[in-house]
């Protein structure tokens, strides 16, 4: 049987089917230059009209009520350190919790149903809307004073923020030890250690790079939150001068951004640009950095 | 070589039993662990149990009249929660149609070699970056910059085709449609890096059979890689359904915070999410307890998309594996 065809064989742009690779392959390009156009734009704004508001004086004064004084409008320093301050309560609580979650997951329990529950959950709450998270802290710790009789607390502002992290450290965990080639883990057994000796010294050391690009990863979206501080934190433009004031209202940089966003003062409007820059070149550098620890050489499948 | 063996390991060996603290720092360390994951679940099941709760008061009140009513009236503690749901599914609905298209174009785009590895990293990690912008940024940009820049061109729409329902208002500012837009920006990343990863996922040998029996580039990616990325993607686009609909704060800051309920898209609305950001500082006696009710019914939204998605992932992923 021989096959003859009078079709040429050179490549004909006028074929339909030419004709659509090209314009599918324009209008794909076309999706991604949209895609990356709302980054663009929202990056050069940020740091061009955030940038020019930003000097000694707004990082390191406290925010003036709002219509007190129409041409300065203070700094946003209270902000930034409370935002720094609820980022550490939330890591010191969900740290432990999630690396040692991600622990039982990886090392004690693979494939459980416990652990299939668990993992389950832990992607379920990641879905939890942030707000909600609000919500239950506001219900359980700031409407029930059980924080020593205080209400609305930059402890609580935390603990809400640390359920944001939770999800996401125990996920990365999980995976990271999951990566640890068995073979270090029978080499380690072997010599004689004991299972507690074998996961802190052998296997969580070797997962450290994965364990921590993950909690950058938390810690940057929760820095960046604020519905769940909205009414956990609240509000303050003053500084924190004592370890009591923990248990009081505490600022925060998003909080600020919301708040003197939609006032109608515009030196108000011009500290929410300002706070806006300085969270945002934070989170990029958080997340770069997290990147940069990610390609650094954690384990990979193909590796033993 | 010359095998040197000193005194000491020659002697004879004994075999050590543990010591008792040994075992007992294993036991202990396996249950703190243990307590920690639990932990997962203790707090997921306590926001359930907590906002439940504290939402008996109104859910015995109103019942499902509450899902059917626009009414919310802290004057006459007439509460309905209609506006509010269906601000939050239309504007995430509607938002995902719009941002399926861009976010998987742009990931067939960047899984494809039509240009340099490169130029095509750098796109995906500006994606992804976008990403890492807490949403009361977006917001702020968003209030600032983008509603001011598109209002002429919804007035424009609204100038030409007023007559349907749903354009049947004049663009003032704040409304559902800048919502919609600033929504897509939000969860196109999520969209495209899942989309990205799943596509890369698919064995290079489908993609070589296709071209060997002459398939052209985008017959391949329609009829082949697609097909067999379609677990993730789903999963993603789910993902990013209850991202959208449970966004909280670019959405109130641009929605315009209105309960009169309105068929037009120019038009102030409410979500369910911007409703708790707004009232719930200032709310007490039984409008806590309707927010909270509003509450569970955007966390029970968000819980069956987030299963579903699970379940989705899980149920087609067999396929090519």
């Not at chain 2, 499902?64 to 802290?74: I, K």
Request: no cysteine.
């Amino acid at each position: 049987m021989n096959y003859t065809s009078k079709k040429s064989l050179t490549y004909n742009p006028s074929l339909t089917r030419n004709f659509w690779n090209k314009a599918l392959t324009i209008i794909s390009a076309l999706f991604a230059i949209i895609s990356v156009l709302p980054l663009i734009l929202v990056i050069s704004y940020i740091l061009i009209k955030g940038g020019s508001y930003i000097n000694l004086e707004t990082l390191i004064l406290e925010p003036e009520p709002p219509g007190d004084d129409l041409l300065s409008a203070g700094g946003i320093g209270p902000a930034i350190t409370g935002t720094f301050i609820m980022s550490v309560i939330a890591s010191i609580i969900s740290i432990p919790v999630g690396v040692g979650g991600g622990i039982y997951l990886a090392e004690y329990s693979k494939s459980g149903k416990f652990a299939k529950f668990i993992r389950f959950g832990s992607n379920v709450l990641a879905g939890v809307p942030s707000i909600i998270a609000g919500v239950f802290i506001y219900a359980i710790i700031v409407s029930t004073k059980i924080l020593f009789g205080s209400m609305f607390s930059g402890i609580a502002g935390g603990i809400s923020l640390s359920i944001l992290m939770l999800p996401t450290i125990i996920k990365t965990t999980d995976e990271a030890l999951k990566l640890v080639p068995n073979d270090m883990r029978r080499a380690a057994y072997g010599v004689g250690a004991s299972k507690f000796t074998m996961i802190t010294n052998i296997t969580l050391p070797a997962a450290f790079r994965s364990i921590s690009t993950g909690v950058l990863i938390a810690l940057a979206r929760a820095a960046g939150e604020t519905a769940p501080l909205l009414f956990t934190a609240l509000f303050s433009r003053y500084y924190i001068t004592s370890f009591d004031d923990l248990f009081y209202e505490m600022g925060s940089l998003s909080v600020l951004i919301y708040n003197f966003a939609l006032e109608p003062y515009e030196a108000q409007n011009q500290l929410a640009w300002a706070a806006s820059f300085i969270l945002v070149v934070v989170l990029l550098s958080l997340n770069i950095l997290s990147r940069w620890i990610g390609t650094l050489g954690a384990f990979s499948k193909n590796k033993v | 070589m010359l095998l040197r063996v000193d005194k000491a390991s020659t002697s004879k060996f004994t075999l050590r039993r543990r010591p008792t603290s040994e075992k007992l720092v294993d036991v202990g360390f396996k249950n703190i662990v243990v307590a920690m994951a639990s932990m997962v679940a203790v707090v997921l099941f306590s926001i359930f149990l907590v906002v439940y709760y504290e939402s008996t008061e109104s859910i015995s009140r109103y019942g499902l009249r509450f899902l059917f009513n626009s009414a919310w009236n802290p004057v006459t503690d007439e509460y309905g929660a209609f506006t509010a749901i269906y601000g939050t599914l239309f504007t995430s609905i509607s938002s995902l149609l719009i941002a399926i298209p861009l976010g998987v174009g742009t990931a067939i785009f960047i899984t494809e070699n039509i240009i340099p590895k490169f130029i095509r990293n750098i796109i995906g990690i500006m994606v992804e970056l976008l990403a890492a912008i807490p949403s009361v940024v977006l917001g702020l940009w968003a209030v600032f910059i983008m509603e001011p820049f598109i209002r002429p061109f919804l007035n424009i729409i609204y100038e030409l085709f007023g007559f349907i329902p749903f354009l049947s208002t004049k663009p003032l500012g704040a409304g559902m449609m800048p919502a919609i837009l600033i929504l897509v920006v939000m969860i196109l990343p999520i969209i495209t890096s899942i989309s990205k990863d799943s596509l890369n996922q698919v064995p290079s040998k489908l993609r070589q059979a296709a071209y060997g029996i002459g398939a052209s580039r985008w017959t391949t990616i329609f009829k082949v890689i697609i097909p067999a990325a379609i677990s993730g993607i789903t999963g993603g686009v789910l993902l990013a359904l209850g991202r959208a609909m449970g966004e909280t704060m670019a959405v109130t800051m641009i929605i315009g915070n209105s309960n009169n309920f309105s068929w037009s898209i120019f038009a102030p609305s409410y979500t369910i999410s911007s409703m708790l950001a707004n009232q719930f500082g200032e709310a007490d006696g039984s409008q806590v307890s309707s927010l909270m009710y509003a509450a569970l019914i955007l966390m029970i939204l968000t819980l069956m998309v987030n299963v579903f998605a699970q379940w989705i992932v899980k149920k087609l992923s067999l396929r090519y594996q």
